[in-house]
């Protein structure tokens, strides 16, 4: 009787688990004309300026009076006294814009009695801007805009993610060198997670990814993965908590050697073999995505009749 019980405790876990892996992040507004996401996580503004731009959207500023009230609503939700808003003068002195490039006096402000200074603008809980220093952490609201942007396969409306049927999931291969956190942190902001190397096949789809490069390629170049060693041991183990045993572990011959004592993180290498390397060394990374994992929620069906959508 108790395993039939916990069978179906865990059953039911899986589903829950399931559906809170589906629940969008971002929440369509009527008003704002778009998606909006809080968080509650204080951040200064230039992070919280790369978050949003990350998942695809923009750090809000009241650039109607629609959007205005519904930032003021949402947060209702937040316990900090101030929000950062996507406006600042970073470009050039005394010269303020949104970051979609709207002038500040274009903006819908009320203004607080005490404006302050600094090079970034702020609101209070009661709706009023003031100006604050950007280094000074904040909560935060994203906005996506609605256009005519349709949502593809892969759940997400980046169509630099392609869905694979081998392995059931989409990958997009990141060009620009980061290093292992901060391709951790981009795979995260868009949705998906740092790829996770399952078996042969998907070992062999990513290393497909490689850019064609003139003349012989550097075989040692390669890949940001989701695998990580820990503790005096170094037992390696993925980003969603598998051991390396159970998930693909061809490493290179000789690896993983933890060279000076600082290779803490997985990457795989042109050859197709798995290597160590150091966190902070900057090389290309490959997102990987649940199609299933949608980070905004679906339009209205009526709105979305009437868009085409």
């Not at 892996?21 to 004309?33: E, G, I, K």
């Not at 970034?120 to 935060?140: H, I």
């Not at 996506?144 to 392995?167: E, R, S, V």
């Not at 000789?254 to 004592?261: F, L, R, T």
């Amino acid at each position: 009787m108790l395993k039939i019980y916990l069978i179906c405790l865990s059953y039911l876990f899986m589903l829950n688990l399931d559906r809170a892996q589906c629940t969008p992040q971002y929440w369509f507004n009527m008003d704002a004309n778009g998606w909006l996401k809080v968080h509650t996580v204080p951040a200064t503004w230039e992070e919280a300026f790369l978050r949003c731009h990350y998942e695809g959207a923009v750090l809000a500023s009241p650039l109607t009076q629609q959007l205005s009230k519904a930032l003021q609503d949402k947060f209702a939700g937040i316990g900090d006294p101030a929000i950062h808003l996507g406006t600042h003068d970073l470009y050039s002195s005394g010269y303020y814009f949104s970051v979609e490039g709207v002038p500040m006096d274009s903006l819908v402000l009320k203004w607080s009695n005490i404006r302050g200074t600094g090079d970034c603008l702020a609101m209070s809980r009661d709706g009023e801007a003031f100006f604050t220093k950007c280094e000074q952490p904040r909560p935060y609201i994203c906005y996506k805009k609605l256009d005519n942007l349709t949502m593809n396969i892969c759940g997400t409306f980046d169509d630099a993610y392609q869905f694979y049927d081998k392995t059931g999931s989409c990958y997009k291969r990141h060009n620009v060198y980061q290093t292992w956190p901060d391709a951790f942190k981009i795979c995260a902001a868009e949705g998906g997670y740092l790829v996770i190397l399952n078996d042969d096949t998907e070992a062999a789809i990513i290393k497909d990814m490689f850019p064609v490069r003139p003349g012989k390629p550097n075989e040692w170049e390669n890949f940001h993965v989701g695998l990580r060693a820990w503790g005096p041991e170094r037992t390696w183990i993925t980003i969603h908590g598998e051991n390396i045993d159970d998930v693909y572990h061809n490493w290179n011959p000789g690896q993983p050697d933890n060279y000076k004592g600082v290779q803490e993180t997985g990457a795989l290498v042109r050859k197709g073999t798995l290597d160590d390397h150091a966190a902070g060394d900057k090389c290309m990374f490959v997102c990987e995505k649940d199609p299933k994992v949608k980070r905004f929620e679906e339009l209205p069906e009526g709105l979305a009749e009437v868009l085409g959508q």
